[in-house]
């Protein structure tokens, strides 16, 4: 390995320098360095992967939760000359897939998890020269993340069968507890973490209860130029939302839902990426895989189902760096109704969902700096309050904290 990994960054990424932390996590990888690498929304992590991928002799086999979010990878990969594929349920070309790969000629190979527990793929494996693996939405390995995939607690093993292929794992949304666990079932040790800077400082935290959300979101709207994002609690509120405020703020605006037609999805996600003012009204099956650097405002019409969703949903703010604003509109229901989805879910997991419930709650109900409950529910310790959240600014409404914990709390 003779090429240092700030050319290649700019030879093959077109990049003039490394974001961040990008360039410890990338110093590891190259070292052979089992890794845990937690970075914010859109700070950059496939490169962390991707980059030593061109690099390192072998392919790196990267494993990510969404086949759609894999192609969107497999494209930017490819267009910046990186062999890439992907091997899925829908891939047709997979003979040629594994031929490529026998042959070395793969540089990224993008795998989803049920992969891992077939034995066939670890056969595959077995004849591959390996560079590294590659683990994104690491978080998904654990039942204290807030989103965990089964298939994911088989990658630990899967990489057990090759001890000495480097390894990095990759998350933006993983507080000190599941961190730990995630480091624990991959095999990272408790000194291979590098953790980046949670803070978002050109967003705008606000939190408002709830009275007329259409009109809330609406006037809101009118005073946020550029694009927006309005996350809904269903499907029906996406539709109704989507045509309210496109009639009563003039602005464009489209819904988003698993539940369209995919045609339908994939035109509207097209606009609104293309579009310099239009507002989609969306579920949060939108965003994932979405690089739109000037969405200048994330409105919620409800709770967030954690902290680490909130952030990451609201993350999807102001990418560029430009002024932006993350609005949640909250209503002692969205309470009501979080509690009834925890008594529903399994045993084991209601002790963990209710602790994300709370962390939520304490969000919603602090009088204080917003910016600091949340970096403080990422581990860090801000000292000077924001000065650029509804409670720093003075606009903040007071919420009865106790009369919240009740609402919260009692089960
Ligand atoms: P994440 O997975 O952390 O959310 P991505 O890997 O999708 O982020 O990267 C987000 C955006 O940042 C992409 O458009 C990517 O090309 C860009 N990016 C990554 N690294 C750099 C860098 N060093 N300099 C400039 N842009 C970068
Ligand atoms: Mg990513």
Redesign the pocket.
Known sequence: MVADPLSV?SRV?G?????GV?ADVVARVLAGERTLAV?????????CYQLPATMLAGTCVVVSPLIALMHDQLR?ATAVGISAATLTSVDENRAETIARLRAGELDLLYVAPERASGGHFRELLAETKLALFAI?EAHCVSEWGHDFRPDYRLLGPLMDAFPDVPRLA?T?TADAHTRADIARQLGIPADGMIVSGFDRPNIRYAITPRDQTTRQIADLIAATPGPGIVYAQTRAQTEKLAEALGRSTGRPTRAYHAGLDAAVRARNQADFVASEDMVICATVAFGMGI?KPDVRLVAHAGLPKSIEAYYQETGRAG?DGDPSVAHLFWGADDFARARQRIGEVEPERQAGERQRLAAMGALVETGGCRRHVLLRHFGENPTEPCGNCDNCLGSGTAVDATETARKFLSA
């Open positions: 960054l990424f990049f003039p320098q490394f974001r990008q970075m914010p929304t859109g700070a950059g992590k496939s490169l930017a994104d990759l933006a690089d990418r």
